[in-house]
């Protein structure tokens, strides 16, 4: 990502949102204002953002952490007051709301995220941008594209993405297609495609799916197989 576009997204958020005076980026008198950044290993979409973030925050010389956990790390929130960050940017919702739930006197700015106002807590610490893509607007555009393909089959994580799929399922049937939904909660569990009655598949932003490169690999290769577009 653009480094001029990061710091920009950092300005617009904690100053309107935090204060800050003449710049929430400012260094202090006692020291410089200080970022950790928050992510969960083994999401490959994130390898690109974490390097980004490095990229623009390493050019603007701000100092910042890079803290990774899994869900069992009960140290990170100690690891993250000892830092004592200004503030605290976290890469998707399972991080965001560990964090979130913790932490509640220092700004959290995530990213990474789909359908926030689901998946993630509520608290006035806590403030980000949407990974959203309205569903509408994909289905539209997939009718301008494709209108002769009718059938569409999602895979998904129930845990990750229920509410996205739901909204779809509905939105679909407005719009004249037919929805397959095939629940998959880890990758052993993904179907195979020759099972698919369905013209193409829809590869929403579910991480348990598409967050895995090698799961990604073969949901093309399988639909180039069967014919089924993606």
């Given at each position: 990502?653009?480094?001029?576009?990061?710091?920009?997204?950092?300005?617009?958020?904690?100053?309107?949102?935090?204060?800050?005076?003449?710049s929430?980026?400012?260094?202090?008198?006692?020291?410089?204002?200080?970022?950790?950044?928050?992510?969960?290993?083994?999401?490959?979409e994130?390898?690109?953002?974490?390097?980004?973030?490095?990229?623009?925050?390493?050019?603007?010389?701000?100092?910042?952490?890079?803290?990774?956990?899994?869900?069992?790390?009960?140290?990170?929130?100690?690891?993250?007051?000892?830092?004592?960050?200004?503030?605290?940017?976290?890469?998707?919702?399972?991080?965001?709301?560990?964090?979130?739930?913790?932490?509640?006197?220092?700004?959290?700015?995530?990213?990474?995220?789909?359908?926030?106002?689901?998946?993630?807590?509520?608290?006035?610490?806590?403030?980000?941008?949407?990974?959203?893509?309205?569903?509408?607007?994909?289905?539209k555009?997939l009718?301008?594209?494709?209108?002769?393909?009718?059938?569409?089959?999602?895979?998904?994580?129930?845990?990750?993405?229920?509410?996205?799929?739901?909204?779809?399922?509905?939105?679909?049937?407005?719009?004249?297609?037919?929805?397959?939904?095939?629940?998959?909660?880890?990758?052993?569990?993904?179907?195979?495609?020759?099972?698919?009655?369905?013209?193409?598949?829809?590869?929403?932003?579910?991480?348990?799916?598409?967050?895995?490169?090698?799961?990604?690999?073969?949901?093309?290769?399988?639909?180039?197989?069967?014919?089924?577009?993606?």
């Amino acid at each position: 990502m653009n480094s001029i576009l990061i710091i920009f997204i950092l300005y617009m958020i904690i100053i309107p949102v935090f204060g800050g005076g003449e710049s929430a980026l400012a260094v202090t008198e006692n020291r410089p204002f200080i970022i950790v950044l928050i992510r969960e290993p083994g999401v490959a979409e994130y390898e690109n953002a974490v390097k980004g973030f490095t990229e623009a925050i390493g050019q603007e010389k701000i100092p910042f952490f890079i803290y990774t956990f899994d869900r069992d790390d009960s140290k990170l929130i100690l690891k993250i007051k000892k830092t004592n960050p200004d503030i605290i940017v976290t890469l998707g919702s399972t991080a965001t709301n560990l964090v979130g739930s913790e932490i509640k006197d220092i700004p959290i700015v995530y990213s990474m995220v789909i359908e926030p106002e689901v998946n993630i807590l509520h608290a006035a610490n806590i403030t980000g941008v949407s990974l959203d893509i309205p569903v509408n607007l994909q289905l539209k555009t997939l009718k301008m594209v494709a209108p002769e393909l009718k059938r569409i089959g999602i895979i998904y994580n129930p845990s990750e993405s229920a509410a996205l799929v739901q909204k779809a399922v509905s939105t679909a049937q407005e719009m004249g297609f037919t929805l397959k939904t095939y629940p998959a909660a880890t990758i052993d569990k993904i179907p195979d495609f020759n099972n698919l009655a369905i013209d193409l598949l829809w590869l929403i932003p579910d991480y348990t799916i598409v967050g895995n490169p090698t799961v990604t690999a073969r949901l093309i290769r399988d639909g180039l197989k069967y014919n089924i577009a993606r």
